[in-house]
Antibody
Framework: QVQLVQSGAEVKKPGASVKVSCKAS????????ISWVRQAPGQGLEWMGR????????DYAQKLQGRVTMTTDTSTSTAYMELRSLRSDDTAVYYC???????????WGQGTLVTVSS | DIQMTQSPSTLSASVGDRVTITCRAS??????LAWYQQKPGKAPKLLIY???RLQSGVPSRFSGSGSGTEFTLTISSLQPDDFATYYC?????????FGRGTKVEIK
């Protein structure tokens, strides 16, 4: 069965960087993209960006341009999301999700809590 | 950017009620709209894609309709497991946009 397993919770200081991993199994990794979505405490869902696992092409949300980088390692079927220059309002649960052929998100990771605090 | 406006933001209903949630786009999005259900502390779950197509394994009491700028998610007979927050999501060129969510509460 399709599974996306994310790395564990992180606590970071303002200005630091965080890199979250998302290991996929149960499907052909390079046939689909991975999106990253975050959710601040008590808030709604915010799309961060997408990466094609086939060719590495990326699209990022405009507000995160320059601070976020998404990559994949096809040898281990793992996607990564790195966010730099962290601020307190980056505190959120970060989700990876598999992109279907009809541009919906059909399988999600369990989420990774990133806390930014001095 | 296309904005997605969901209404209501909160909805109180009883088991067995018919529930309708609306999502309006600031401009036409054709049928590129999905609906998700999220329960506290859990990842979202895909319910509906391409406006009206039921995701595999999702109960048939969930249905989606609409095209262009106005879309609805309907739960025909609300069940105890359906109390959750629901989000619409649009895909446009190279970005996704979520609505702000509708929380379905027990009346």
């Amino acid at each position: 069965q399709v599974q996306l397993v994310q790395s564990g919770a992180e606590v970071k200081k303002p200005g630091a960087s965080v890199k979250v991993s998302c290991k996929a199994s149960g499907y052909s990794f390079t046939s689909y993209g991975i999106s990253w979505v975050r959710q601040a405490p008590g808030q709604g869902l915010e799309w961060m960006g997408r990466i094609s696992a086939y060719n590495g092409n990326t699209d990022y949300a405009q507000k995160l341009q320059g601070r976020v980088t998404m990559t994949t390692d096809t040898s281990t079927s793992t996607a990564y999301m790195e966010l730099r220059s962290l601020r307190s309002d980056d505190t959120a649960v970060y989700y990876c999700a598999k992109v279907t052929g009809i541009v919906a998100l059909d399988y999600w990771g369990q989420g990774t809590l990133v806390t930014v605090s001095s | 950017d296309i904005q997605m406006t969901q209404s209501p933001s909160t909805l109180s209903a009883s088991v067995g009620d018919r529930v309708t949630i609306t999502c309006r786009a600031s401009q036409s999005v054709s049928s590129w709209l999905a609906w998700y259900q999220q329960k506290p502390g859990k990842a979202p779950k895909l319910l509906i894609y391409k406006a009206s197509r039921l995701q595999s394994g999702v109960p048939s009491r969930f249905s989606g309709s609409g095209s262009g700028t106005e879309f609805t998610l309907t739960i025909s007979s609300l069940q105890p497991d359906d109390f959750a927050t629901y989000y619409c999501q649009h895909y446009d060129s190279y970005s996704w946009t979520f609505g702000r969510g509708t929380k379905v509460e027990i009346k």
